[in-house]
């Protein structure tokens, strides 16, 4: 998949209500909802990137970081955004790495 294919649909997540954006709130939804793609910036901070990277390795969750902050802000529409979890089922499969 494109990386403009992919921001996009990342995008329609956002507009249809399934993705949880913000750090905080990705990291209380790995227990709650372990399905799920998290799209992490490639730029975030080291912190965040290791709570994360422990977090998904745990739940055996699906981790991206193809995209910057940057990128992923302006995909979602909002600001300042360094993780991002994708919940709905209609778009983890063609967000998905695997087949």
Do not use: C, W
Request: hydrophobic share 40%; no cysteine; net charge positive.
């Amino acid at each position: 998949m494109s990386d403009k294919r992919a921001l996009g649909l990342l995008g329609l997540a956002a507009r249809a209500g399934g993705l949880i954006d913000g750090s905080e709130r990705v990291l209380n939804a790995f227990q709650k909802n372990p399905h799920m793609i998290v799209f992490l910036a490639n730029d975030a901070g080291e912190n965040i990137h290791k709570k994360i990277r422990n977090k998904a390795a745990h739940y055996h969750t699906e981790l991206n970081e193809m995209f910057t902050a940057s990128e992923l802000s302006k995909a979602i529409g909002k600001e300042k955004r360094t993780v991002i979890a994708v919940t709905d089922e209609r778009f983890i499969k063609p967000l998905s790495k695997t087949p």
